[in-house]
């Protein structure tokens, strides 16, 4: 089993629809992973539905009991996050504030303040259209360890395919280099860098290529827009040489890609013009890297 992660260094270069469009492509033999779970979307292209879903706990929230509190207000001054407030007498924890470091809990005097499990958002195993499965999440508002949501998806993507037989677990990971993305790029097989010939979209390429450079795992770079700004497109494939990563093609602007988000379809499923023909060499690419 192969997986292969799709990042890219900032967002709004066609990562996800490249990553969709590569599952189209493959069909069954292909379990989808999406990863970006603190902006997910993929299941705008892919049609999943939710036939199996779980709560994802992580982290700790305090909370305060209040027929047992003396107001003593030892909690609120030690508190760092300043998640703690007083009105008319009363204590409560602001939870969007809370880090959950249990530390308010350990002062009370009278063991008022309790942490719980906090349930940071729902992850999901769903049929799509292309006759394979998705796993994919739903981070809560303001909660926090995406890194782990994003653990929990592979992992649970990583047994479906091993289960299922399936040759590829294809990831769709988040933009930039935090958290989320180191956990993405976790046991990867192949990295697929996706980049934009803009000063940014170079910028933003060199981090995340650091990043993929310490976990020693080879890649192979997508120029997507390539024919905007030629300049800038020529310094990436400079960059690409000089670091050895595959170039694995370029795609020009088509506003058919966002013909095909509209219509709630990846740009493989248009069949017309030649991106999908271009995806289709640079995914027969990829598997020949991967082989």
């Given amino acids: ?81 300043d998640a703690i407030s007083v009105s008319n007498g009363k204590y409560t924890i602001n939870p969007i504030d809370c880090e959950g470091c249990g530390y308010c809990a350990r002062v009370c005097p009278t063991q008022t303040i309790i942490n719980k499990k906090l349930m940071a958002g729902k992850w999901y195993i769903s049929n799509i259209k292309t006759g394979s499965h998705m796993v994919h999440a739903r981070l809560e508002a303001g909660a926090d360890n995406s890194g782990k949501l994003v653990a929990k998806v592979k992992n649970e993507a990583k047994e479906l395919a091993l289960e299922e037989q399936k040759e590829y677990v294809l990831v769709d990971g988040s933009p930039g280099i935090g958290c989320p993305v180191i956990s993405s790029l976790s046991g990867a097989t192949f990295v697929v860098l996706v980049t934009e010939p803009s000063v940014s979209g170079l910028h933003d390429l060199m981090r995340v290529h650091q990043l993929v450079k310490k976990f020693k795992i080879p890649s192979g770079c997508i120029i997507n827009k390539a024919d905007i700004n030629p300049e800038k497109t020529s310094e990436i494939k400079d960059f690409l040489l000089s670091e050895e990563i595959i170039h694995l093609g370029d795609l020009p602007y088509n506003e058919d890609f966002t013909k095909a988000m509209i219509e709630g379809k990846t740009i493989v499923e248009l069949d017309r013009g030649t991106l999908p023909a271009n995806l289709k060499d640079i995914w027969e690419q990829i598997k020949i890297l991967t082989t």
């Fill in 1 to 81: 089993m192969k997986e292969i992660v799709v990042i890219s260094g900032k967002g709004g270069t066609g990562k996800t629809s490249i990553t969709a469009s590569f599952a189209v492509l493959e069909g069954t033999r292909v379990v989808l992973a999406d990863c970006d779970v603190d902006a997910a979307d993929m299941h705008l292209l892919m049609q999943p539905d939710f036939e199996n879903e779980d709560n994802f706990f992580s982290g700790e929230l305090a909370y305060i009991d209040q027929s047992n509190c003396t107001r003593c207000g030892l909690c609120e001054q030690i508190c760092r996050f």
